[in-house]
């Protein structure tokens, strides 16, 4: 079946870096993905959707300067943290979009635990 | 603005006994519902999806059902075992060129005792 790979899984880094986060469609094209971010107890937020070779579409509230979104293959989007602090520890999961035959599939993958110190 | 609600934040029961999880919406009009499950530390897994005029869907012990006049769907586990002890979300889709933007509830953690 369809597979989503995303990458670190898990991520400590200190206060002021950078973290890039990967999400991969490991056997088919995904025009569009997700980024969502989850807090400890509480739902998936939806962050942005990322469309391959345009800009990624943000949500209301999230800083695209500080979540940049890079979509530059139809198998490949990253988010990049910029300047991390310890309230941007959480849990980020990102889906994709792909259109098989007569329908269309989502596909989730497995999260990165960002913490910040 | 957009409500999703999980009827409870967790659910005990004992082995063998069936679930049911409620997930109450407002101010939307989905076309799709769909539920997945969450083990700590993981992403999400689809298990079922529904869509707008479709009142009962099932799969192996799963059911859901959909209720658009009520705005609210169901989510049954029948013969539970405490392997389906996961966090339970549920969450709606426009559809359309928005498919697959979802809007999640709280989800309800749910417990199954042997």
């Known amino acids: 079946g369809a597979v989503v790979s995303q990458h670190p899984s898990r991520v400590i880094c200190k206060s002021g870096t950078s973290v890039k986060i990967e999400c991969r469609s490991l056997?088919?094209?995904?025009?569009?993905m997700f980024w969502y971010r989850q807090f400890p107890k509480k739902s998936l937020m939806l962050m942005a959707t990322s469309n391959e070779g345009s800009k990624a579409t943000y949500e209301q509230g999230v800083e695209k300067d500080k979540f940049l979104i890079n979509h530059a293959s139809l198998t490949l989007s990253t988010l990049t943290v910029t300047s991390a602090h310890p309230e941007d520890s959480s849990f980020y999961i990102c889906?994709?979009?792909?259109?098989?035959?007569?329908?269309?599939?989502?596909?989730f993958g497995s999260g990165t635990q960002l913490s910040v110190l | 603005s957009q409500k999703i609600e999980q009827n409870s934040e967790a659910l005990n029961i004992q082995e063998g006994k069936t679930a049911t999880l409620t997930c109450n919406y407002t101010n939307y009009s989905p076309a799709y519902l769909q539920w997945y499950r969450q083990d700590p530390g993981r992403g999400p897994v689809f298990l079922l999806l529904?869509?707008?005029?479709?009142k009962e869907k099932r799969k192996e012990r799963l059911k859901v059902t959909f209720d658009t006049t009520l705005k609210q769907s169901l989510f049954h586990i029948t013969a539970s075992q405490p392997a389906d002890s996961a966090t339970y979300l549920c969450a709606l889709d426009a559809g359309g060129t928005s498919y697959g933007k979802l809007t999640f509830g709280q989800g309800t953690i749910l417990t199954v005792h042997p």
């Open positions: 529904i869509r707008e005029n479709e």
């Open positions: 056997d088919f094209q995904a025009t569009t």
């Open positions: 889906s994709a979009r792909s259109y098989r035959g007569s329908s269309e599939k989502l596909f």
